[in-house]
T-cell receptor, first 114, second 114 residues
């Protein structure tokens, strides 16, 4: 069974430019998480989807970040415009349901804003 | 605000010793508890999860949960140099608007010396 797939793996952009990250969760997983991880820190939750509904986006900086999960499968996280402080690893994770089950991570996208 | 606290370390143990990693969390409504291992430059990998008070063993790993004390730990027996990594504690909340959110601590860096 394929795991969580993210692309691209690496992205270098200039500040003020837009950037998008894509995530394909494990088949059948209804819950999808986007996290941001700064160097030496734990993952910080940005948004959680249950199917196509964003059930918690309270930590998403909505002035520049947006996300969507059309048809409840793939998801895209966008930053526009990017700032130097957005440099981090962006991780996508999925789980079967929001209750007890564990979440599995993709390989992440390392973003560098210059 | 729901929080997960870990000692950032580094924790250094000799090869063959027992490594003990600790985690506390802020809310008694927490539902399930996870330990992830993260090698440098890689994404988090699930090691164990535990839902009920007591101990849960899987090979060289034992997770311990004490909900009254809001405390969860991970013991690694017969530590190997390959266990050297950052260990992330994660808590999933079981009620309210945060139900289903998976929140991480900052991680404890473990170093196993040959």
């Amino acid at each position: 069974e394929a795991g969580v797939v993210q692309s691209p793996r690496y992205k270098i952009i200039e500040k003020k430019q837009p950037v998008a990250f894509w995530c394909n969760p494990i088949s059948g997983h209804n819950t999808l998480y986007w996290y941001r991880q700064n160097l030496g820190q734990g993952p910080e939750l940005l948004i959680r989807y249950e199917n196509e509904e964003a059930v918690d986006d309270s930590q998403l900086p909505k002035d520049r970040f947006s996300a969507e999960r059309l048809k409840g499968v793939d998801s895209t996280l966008k930053i526009q415009p990017a700032e130097l402080g957005d440099s981090a690893v962006y991780l996508c994770a999925s789980s079967f349901s929001p209750s007890d089950t564990e979440a599995f991570f993709g390989q992440g996208t390392r973003l560098t804003v210059v | 605000q729901k929080e997960v606290e870990q000692n950032s370390g580094p924790l250094s143990v000799p090869e063959g010793a027992i490594a003990s990693l600790n985690c506390t969390y802020s809310d008694r409504g927490s539902q399930s508890f996870f330990w992830y291992r993260q090698y440098s430059g890689k994404s988090p990998e699930l090691i164990m999860f535990i839902y009920s008070n007591g101990d849960k063993e899987d090979g060289r790993f034992t997770a311990q949960l004490n909900k009254a004390s809001q405390y969860v730990s991970l013991l690694i027996r017969d530590s190997q140099p390959s266990d050297s990594a950052t260990y992330l504690c994660a808590v999933k909340w079981g009620y309210g608007g945060s139900q289903g959110n998976l929140i991480f601590g900052k991680g404890t860096k473990l170093s196993v010396k040959p």
